[in-house]
């Protein structure tokens, strides 16, 4: 499977780590140097949602794997959505968010 890891801390370098050592292709943007280790890194702003959709289409990616935030708040899953890439996020929110949380607070 190939997949993108967005992203370039700890957390993204133990999951491109973990996708490798199950076969997976990993590519991560942006990385870092400890991540070229385990994937190949490509240069790219984790904001810029058209970019990032060119790549994935570039790169023929099968999943997309989203840790930090700022992407999920520019729109990335929604689009990822609307082409049909899946992406391990769809449960999580991004802070800048403004749709009500399901919670018993807000029940």
């Known amino acids: 499977m190939r997949v993108l890891v967005l992203g370039s801390g700890g957390r993204e370098h133990a999951i491109a780590w973990r996708l490798r050592q199950d076969g997976s292709h ?3 943007a942006p ?3 400890g991540i070229e280790n385990d994937a190949r890194c ?3 702003l984790q ?7 060119t ?3 570039r790169e023929r990616i099968e999943l997309v794997v989203v840790g930090p935030e700022a992407p999920l708040a520019a729109g990335l ?3 990822l959505r609307a082409s049909h890439i899946p992406s391990s996020d769809r449960a999580r929110r991004p802070r800048g968010s403004n749709r009500a949380r399901s919670s018993p607070r807000n029940s």
């Not at 904001?47 to 959709?53: S, Y």
């Open 26 to 28: 990993v590519i991560c």
């Open 31 to 33: 990385g870092n140097g």
């Open 42 to 44: 490509v240069p790219a």
């Open 47 to 53: 904001e810029d949602v058209p970019a990032l959709l």
């Open 55 to 57: 790549a994935i289409q």
């Open 77 to 79: 899953t929604d689009r």
